[in-house]
């Protein structure tokens, strides 16, 4: 489990092809830390470490989450947002998140309003219940607040903090985001679709 709370952003040093999976070299401030078979939220998406040193780690990614993630169309070069996972006892500063991305969404527009930015981003009709105004969502494992809710899609406000220490910074018109709705929103709207189907 995360909270969305971005600790340092890694580079894609190399990607290797393993059959259906893919192997991804990263560097960061954090790989020095990381263990094996430790659990570590990559832009969200949460992958185990396969190895590590001082100043790479590696991880794998199956065909599954390629197809569902943004990894899909990664680069070696990119730059991705790291979260190491929480205890019992840590702080929640952002949300619950899991780690387990929906699906991925499109930026449709960037405002820079001098001093902040808001990013607005395409909202696929079957996710649409999950998304509500002033609500949590996550967006490349940063935890965000929805700040405007339109029919296809949504806008979120990035502070400067946010836009210098994470990768929202690299992010413009076209780039692919993964998105992780919130935890709470899925629960409900999964037992109202049961409460429909036995009436």
């Given at each position: 489990?995360?909270?969305?709370?971005?600790?340092?952003?890694?580079?894609i040093e190399s990607i290797t092809?393993?059959?259906?999976?893919?192997?991804?070299?990263?560097?960061?401030?954090?790989?020095?830390?990381?263990?094996?078979?430790?659990?570590?939220?990559?832009?969200?998406?949460c992958l185990t470490i396969i190895r590590a040193n001082n100043t790479t780690h590696d991880v794998e990614i199956v065909n599954e989450t390629l197809s569902k993630s943004a990894f899909g169309s990664a680069a070696v070069?990119?730059?991705?947002?790291?979260?190491?996972?929480?205890?019992?006892?840590?702080?929640?500063?952002g949300h619950l998140v899991q780690g387990h991305?929906?699906?991925?969404?499109?930026?449709v527009s960037v405002d820079d309003l001098k001093g902040?930015?808001?990013?607005?981003?395409n909202l696929p009709a079957d996710y649409a219940g999950l998304?509500?105004?002033?609500g949590s969502i996550c967006i490349n494992?940063?935890?965000?607040?929805?700040?405007?809710?339109?029919?296809?899609?949504?806008?979120?406000?990035?502070?400067?903090y946010t836009?210098?220490?994470?990768?929202?910074?690299?992010?413009?018109?076209?780039?692919?985001?993964?998105?992780e709705f919130d935890l709470i929103g899925k629960y409900i709207v999964r037992q109202f679709e049961l409460r429909n189907l036995m009436e």
């Open positions: 489990m995360f909270s969305g709370i971005i600790k340092c952003v890694g580079k092809d393993k059959g259906s999976t893919k192997i991804f070299t990263i560097s960061s401030p954090v790989s020095d830390s990381l263990k094996i078979d430790q659990s570590v939220a990559h832009d969200g998406v070069g990119d730059y991705i947002n790291l979260e190491k996972s929480i205890s019992a006892y840590t702080l929640l500063d991305v929906d699906t991925t969404v499109k930026c902040s930015w808001k990013m607005y981003f998304v509500i105004p002033q494992g940063i935890s965000l607040t929805v700040c405007d809710l339109n029919e296809d899609s949504f806008a979120v406000a990035i502070i400067p836009y210098e220490n994470t990768n929202m910074k690299n992010v413009t018109v076209g780039s692919i985001v993964n998105v």
